[in-house]
């Protein structure tokens, strides 16, 4: 941080005084754990790599005390908060605490779940602080829906951080690690005490960082390949080709375009890398206008 000084951050005595005055108290139900540690905040901010040109999408601001390092670093912020309170307030903190940050603010009170577009300027780099039970969605929603994007930085429940970043083969590669990677490369980047948190949740957080990068789609789209992902997952001690078998229509249906895909049938899904499940869906596709091409009429 180059112009805020440690007083002007938030620590835990500010924050429980900012949720005293509001009336606010931590809601279980949208997973509501305010970090109160300013050092967390800063850690975070440097590893999120936010620069003077990035603006930044920031998921769940809460009081804001990941907010202000962010806006000290970056372009613009862009916050999206679910609790209206907690969306009103954030402006006023900011104009109080860092009024020279206060214009590269922009808040929207709404579901980051539910957003379809943004105002302003498109944004180069997502940062959150995500309840647990919501995190995997919100992300995978937001890399798909704002196409800006090209990293990203989230702070999520140590065991979904293991998930997110897992590898083929590994015990907990699944729909959530398949799927991240169809966006980029997502890796740990850092772990996270729960006693930075208010209220103290009952395990540690980990921080994932994620590129996009894309593979070769193949002229495939996402929605088939994650249906893909999603059909081999749904039974996962079963081979591909009985996974596979309601998405293709029978189980020799599901061999034969696990077959012209390359890929054996014997297998599982947690085996399968992107671009294998890539290959999947094109050839699932290409069998599919195949089939429709010999049952139309000459």
Known sequence: ??????????????IRELAARLGVQ?????????VVDAGTVTRITALAEVGP???????????????????????????????PALAAQL???????APDLASRLVVVSADAARISSLPGEAPTALVANLPYNVAVPVVLHLLATVTSLRRALVMVQAEVADRMCAKPGSRVYGVPSAKLAWFGRARKAGSVSRGVFWPVPRVDSGLVS???????????G???????????????????????????????????????????????GEALDITAFISVAAAGERLLRAAAAVDEPP
Do not use: C, Y
């Open 53 to 83: 040109r990035d603006v930044v999408l920031e998921v769940g601001p809460g009081f804001g005390s990941l907010t202000l390092p962010l806006l000290d670093a970056a372009h613009r912020v862009i916050a999206v908060e679910v609790d």
């Open 1 to 14: 941080m180059a112009g805020l000084t440690a007083g002007q951050l938030l620590g835990p005595t500010e």
């Open 91 to 97: 402006p006023q903190t900011v104009a109080q605490r």
């Open 222 to 268: 996402r929605e088939a390949v994650f249906a893909v992902i999603d059909a081999a997952f749904s039974q996962r001690r079963k081979t591909l080709r009985s996974a596979l078998a309601q998405w293709a229509g029978s189980a020799g249906a599901a061999e034969e375009v696990l077959t012209a895909a390359g890929v054996n049938p014997a297998l599982r």
């Open 210 to 220: 994620l590129v996009r990068d894309p593979p070769a789609h193949s002229g495939v």
């Open 26 to 34: 931590p809601n279980r139900r949208l997973g509501q754990n305010f």
